[in-house]
């Protein structure tokens, strides 16, 4: 009789752990915006490695020596990553935005290594509208990252500028890029 109780008392903590853990998680997973986050620049500019990588859905390739002298704006994600697919409205919003600047180019770098099927139809169905690089994870451990989504900022003179890990507001992107152009 003993026992039984025991693993009735056991079963009904678990339960409540279990019940208190999910609420929690919900709550973080499901809020109406996005937390506001600090960006800042990294302490000590370094340089950007160079690297060629396929652009999805074309037969060209991405090479980062012809971006010399814009800012240069990378999302690391992966299709498993489920915050990467919260960033895509904004990095959507942020490229109609500079769609027609002439200094400001915006990639998603896909680390997944199941193949451009697969991440064409994660991004279309996520309504992804920016280019997509198909990178690999060693080419975003070249870039810092430690987790995703990582979005990396390349300033004008090749130097990363901006790391962040996790999500982030067009808003927050946009105080980066006014940084990064100077006075006007």
Not at 60 to 70: I, T
Not at 143 to 168: C, E, K, S
Request: proline share 7%; glycine share 8%; hydrophobic share 45%.
């Amino acid at each position: 009789m003993e026992t039984a109780s025991r693993h009735i008392l056991m079963t009904r903590a678990g339960r409540a752990v279990l019940i208190l853990g999910l609420a929690l998680l919900s709550s973080s997973c499901f809020e109406d915006e996005v937390a506001k986050v600090t960006v800042a620049p990294e302490p000590a500019p370094e340089p950007a490695p160079e690297f060629a990588v396929p652009l999805l859905g074309a037969d060209a390739e991405f090479d980062s020596k012809q971006y010399a002298g814009k800012i240069v704006v990378l999302d690391f994600w992966a299709t498993w990553c489920v915050p990467c697919e919260f960033q895509v409205p904004e990095l959507n919003a942020f490229h109609e935005a500079h769609r027609a600047d002439s200094d400001v180019v915006v990639y998603g770098v896909s680390v997944d290594t199941k193949g451009p099927d697969i991440v064409g139809a994660w991004i279309a169905d996520k309504g992804g509208r920016y280019p997509i690089l198909l990178g690999s994870t060693e080419l975003a451990w070249e870039f810092g990252v430690t987790g995703f989504p990582t979005l990396v900022i390349i300033a004008r003179d090749g130097t990363i500028d901006t790391r962040h890990v996790g999500l982030i507001q067009q808003s927050e992107l946009e105080e980066v890029i006014t940084r990064l152009r100077g006075p006007v």
